[in-house]
C-alpha cells in the first residue's frame, strides 16, 4: 500500500496547471487529469528531458492553444525514494476525450529512448472538484496525500473546508501560493478513500510562508477541533510529494 500511495502523491500535478478563468473553489465542471509518470535511472535523466522538450511540450502547447486542455505541465521529483517516480507529465481538461486526444497525439512518436530506459511506468487518471487558481508561475510542487475514512470520505473534505481552506485561501491571496485543490482517483487503481491535497508555489520561499501560516492556525484550534482533524484521515496514512515543476504552460 505504501508503493501505491507514493505512485499516487502525483496523480494532481496536472490539476496545479488551472488557469484563472476557473478560479473557484468549488466550480461547476469536474476537472480531469491525466498523469504519466516514469523511474528513469539517473544516467538517463538528461536524455528523458531532452525527449521531452521535443515531443511532449510541443503537443500540449499546441492543444492547450486550441482548448482541448486547460493545462499541463512537466516535473521532476525533488525528494527521491527508492521505489518512487522520477520524472512525469501531466495535462488536465474539463473532459476525458480531452485528455485523451493528448495521449493520442503522444504515442504517435512511439516510446523514446528516455522513457524505454525507464525502470518502471505508471499512468493514472484524477479528478478535482475543489480548486482554486491564483496568479503567477508555479516552480515547486507540494503533496499531501492521506487515507479518508473509507465508510465517510467526504467528512475528510468537510473537514479541509473548515479547518484550513480559509488559511489557504489568504496565502492565494498574498501570492504565497499560486493554487491549491484537492484531488481523488478517476479510475481506482488503489484505495478510493484516497486524497490529495496539492498546492503550488512560486518559489521555495512561498513554501516558508505557507508552512507558517498553517502551523500558526493549527496552533489556534480547539480540542475538539483537533479531534476533528485526526479523526477524518486513517492513521499514519500521509505520504508527502516535494517536486520541481520544469515546463508549464496554462492556459
Known sequence: MKKRIAGLLLMVLAVMMVPAALPQMEPTPVLYTYVSQFQVPRANWASYSEDTEKTVVPIVEKLTADGTILGWSTFEQVIHTPDGYTHGAAWSSTTISGLLKV???????????????????????????????????????????SNAKA?????????????????????????????YGLDEQYVNTAAPSIRCLVINYPNAEGMDKWATA???????????????????SVLDSRRDVLARITHSGPK
Not at 499512468?123 to 508555479?138: E, I, K, N, R, V
Not at 467526504?154 to 481552506?165: C, Q
Not at 498553517?214 to 477524518?232: G, L, N, Q, V
Open 151 to 179: 465508510d465517510k470520505p467526504g467528512e475528510y473534505t468537510a473537514m479541509l473546508k473548515k479547518l484550513l481552506v480559509p488559511t489557504f485561501e489568504e496565502q492565494l491571496k498574498k501570492g504565497a501560493a499560486t493554487f
Open 103 to 145: 495521449l493520442d497525439e503522444i504515442r504517435k512518436a512511439g516510446p523514446r529512448p528516455g522513457q524505454i530506459a525507464a525502470t518502471k511506468h505508471e499512468d493514472l487518471l484524477m479528478q478535482s472538484t475543489m480548486y482554486h487558481a491564483g496568479g503567477g508561475t508555479p516552480t515547486y510542487l507540494r503533496v499531501v496525500c
Open 214 to 232: 498553517i502551523s500558526t492556525t493549527m496552533s489556534k484550534w480547539t480540542p475538539a477541533e483537533r479531534a476533528e482533524f485526526a479523526a477524518a
